[in-house]
């Protein structure tokens, strides 16, 4: 019973410690023809570990027994391989990942877009230009938009005018006229005094 017991702990204790126990496996990848298939990449998809394929498709890397490994390369699927099918067989096939290309037809009297283009412009018999809405000539209109614009600028000369007119600056040029009317009549007065003065003195007899 002891024995019995003694192996059964012997292999659990064997197949835990293989279950954290790294080790580095190899393996090739292939695609058509058992063709090798160069800088694909090999992942392990537990710690995310990788390799790149060498022109032989050979790769090596650290794995686990449990782990898993995922193969990609651009021109086929992808791929995804446990450790123990690797150790059963090195090899893994890919399987070429095609695209489906239309077909393109070939023409001598095939055009261009930019040829299509002007064909559907020059089919297109609509003016776009602008219409004038009334009956005048090109010189004809000019020459009102001109006295519009005078007549524009007239107006608003007015009313410049109008904004600048000062009740109290009228009113002070106003005061300003009156007293030099005064001045001027006093200075006649004066004046006038000293002639009368004049005559009066030459009349008097010596």
Not at 171 to 180: A, E, T, V, Y
Request: proline content about 3%.
């Amino acid at each position: 019973m002891r024995q019995i017991l003694f192996i059964l702990f012997f292999f659990a204790t064997f197949a835990s410690f293989a279950q954290t126990k790294k080790f580095q496996i190899e393996g090739r990848v292939v695609g058509i023809n058992s063709m090798p298939v160069a800088d694909a990449y090999v992942f392990n998809s537990r710690d995310l570990d990788k390799n790149v394929t060498n022109a032989n498709g050979v790769f090596s890397i650290w794995v686990l027994p449990s782990d898993t490994l995922i193969i990609s390369h651009v021109s086929y699927f992808r791929k995804t391989v446990t450790v123990f099918s690797l150790l059963t067989n090195p090899t893994i096939q890919l399987n070429i990942d095609t695209i489906n290309i239309k077909g393109v037809d070939v023409s001598p009297n095939q055009k261009t877009d930019y040829e299509k283009a002007m064909k559907n412009i020059e089919s297109i018999k609509f003016d776009f230009r602008a219409k004038p809405l009334d009956s005048y000539t090109e010189s004809e209109r000019m020459k009102e938009v001109l006295n519009t614009n005078n007549r524009v600028q007239r107006v608003e000369a007015s009313s410049v005018s109008l904004l600048r007119f000062s009740p109290s600056e009228q009113i002070g040029k106003l005061i300003d006229k009156i007293k030099r009317k005064k001045k001027k009549r006093k200075e006649n007065s004066t004046i006038k005094k000293q002639k009368t003065k004049k005559e009066e003195t030459k009349e008097v007899p010596r």
